[in-house]
C-alpha cells in the first residue's frame, strides 16, 4: 500500500471516529439534560407551579413522596427540583420572593423562623444527588437532616415516600413497586465513570457549548480531510499531465 492511500486510509477513519465522537456527544449530552423529562408532571399536574399534586387512583409509594415534596420540600428546592433559583422565587408574590430580608428567613428571622442559605441544591437534573451512592445513603440522610427547619419531623414512611419519588424523578427508580430497608442499598445512584464526566462537564460548561465543540471539531476534521485528499489528486493529476 502506497503511503498516499495510508494516508488517505487514516484521514477517512478518523473522520469517521470524530462524527461518531459527535453523535455520542450529542447523545449523551441530551440524555444527561432530560434525564427526568416527562416524569416532572406527576410534581406539578395543574398549570399553577405551587398547587398541591393529585394523587392518580391507585398511588404508588413515589406518587404519595410527591405530595410529601410538595409539602415539606418544595419551598426551598424549587417545584421542579431545581433549588432555590430567581425564576423559582418569582413564582411567589413580589413581597414574599426574597428570601432573605431582614425579619423574614435572613437575619434576625422572625420568632419560631430559621435563617434560609444562599444556596440550596437541586434535587432533580442531571447534577442532582450526586453525594449519595445509594438509596439507603439518600434516606439515611433525610431522615436525619431535613427538613432543613424541623429535622427528624418526618416519619420513617413519610422519607421512604419522599426518596422513591426523588429517584423515580432522576430516573433511578422506577416507582412501581415500594422502596425501603430490603432494597434500597442495591440501588445505586451514582452514574457510571463516563457519565459522571459527562454531568461534570455539562456542569461546567453547559450543554450548548460542549455540542458546538462537537460539532466544530468534527466538521474541521472531516474537513481537513476532504482538502487534503482533493489536494492529493490535484497534485497527482498534474504529474501525470507533465
Not at 453523535?23 to 399553577?48: C, H, K, M, Q
Not at 453525594?131 to 413519610?158: C, K
Not at 433511578?172 to 434500597?184: F, R
Request: aromatic share 10%; proline share 8%; hydrophobic share 40%.
Amino acid at each position: 500500500m502506497s503511503r498516499t492511500r495510508l494516508r488517505d486510509l487514516v484521514l477517512h477513519l478518523s473522520s469517521m471516529v470524530w462524527v461518531a465522537l459527535m453523535g455520542w456527544g450529542v447523545f449523551a449530552l441530551d440524555r444527561v439534560s432530560n434525564v427526568s423529562a416527562g416524569r416532572l408532571a406527576a410534581l406539578t399536574p395543574t398549570p399553577d407551579r405551587l398547587a398541591q399534586p393529585t394523587l392518580p387512583p391507585a398511588p404508588t409509594q413515589a406518587d404519595r413522596g410527591a405530595q410529601v415534596y410538595w409539602l415539606w420540600c418544595l419551598p426551598c428546592h424549587g417545584d421542579r427540583g431545581q433549588g432555590l433559583t430567581d425564576e423559582f422565587r418569582a413564582l411567589y408574590p413580589p413581597e414574599d420572593n426574597n428570601c432573605w430580608l431582614r425579619g423574614c428567613h435572613g437575619k434576625n428571622p422572625y420568632e419560631e423562623g430559621f435563617v434560609v442559605p444562599r444556596y440550596i441544591p437541586p434535587l432533580i437534573g442531571p447534577t442532582a444527588l450526586q453525594r449519595f451512592a445509594t438509596a439507603e445513603q439518600l434516606h439515611a440522610y433525610i431522615q436525619v437532616n431535613m427538613p432543613y427547619w424541623r429535622p427528624g419531623i418526618l416519619s420513617d414512611d413519610e422519607v421512604w415516600m419522599v426518596t422513591a419519588f426523588l429517584l423515580r424523578e432522576n430516573g433511578y427508580w422506577p416507582g412501581m413497586e415500594p422502596l425501603g430497608p430490603a432494597n434500597a442499598s442495591r440501588v445505586a445512584l451514582r452514574s457510571p465513570a463516563s457519565a459522571s464526566l459527562v454531568v461534570r462537564m455539562v456542569e461546567r460548561l453547559g450543554t450548548s457549548l460542549l455540542f458546538w465543540i462537537f460539532f466544530l471539531g468534527s466538521v474541521a476534521v472531516v474537513g481537513g480531510g476532504i482538502y487534503r485528499r482533493w489536494r492529493s489528486s490535484g497534485t497527482g493529476a498534474s504529474r501525470e499531465v507533465s
